[in-house]
Nanobody, 121 residues
């Protein structure tokens, strides 16, 4: 079964940078929008940034000017470049994508397993 696989999380000091990556684990037919969400204990999962197939982007106000979302359509990969990280960016980051695995299957929403980002000195 195809899953979204994330990488790039970790521990970083305030002001530092990290780059997250996410791609399907196997072959798929098509992907629409891809994006990143984050969640802290006891809170809902919130949108961080998203990018359409055509490259249009959308960001949460809290990360505008610091985070950049991008995608490589040839590799079906979405990236999140995070700079000027703050302790309040600490969360589990989840990749999300609308995918169709084969031509005959419907579009479905897929989530990655989550990757921990911790910003602390």
């Amino acid at each position: 079964q195809v899953q979204l696989v994330e990488s790039g999380g970790g521990l970083v000091q305030p002001g530092g940078s990290l780059r997250l990556s996410c791609a399907p684990s196997g072959r798929i037919f098509d992907i629409r929008a891809m994006g990143w969400y984050r969640q802290t204990p006891g809170k809902q999962r919130d949108l961080v940034a998203a990018v359409t197939r055509g490259g249009s982007t959308n960001y949460a106000d809290s990360v505008k000017g610091r985070f950049t979302v991008s995608r490589d359509n040839a590799k079906n990969t979405v990236y999140l470049q995070m700079t000027s990280l703050k302790p309040e960016d600490t969360a589990v980051y989840y990749c999300n994508a609308a995918m169709r695995i084969t031509l005959t299957q419907p579009w479905e929403d897929y989530w990655g397993q989550g990757t921990q980002v911790t910003v602390s000195s």
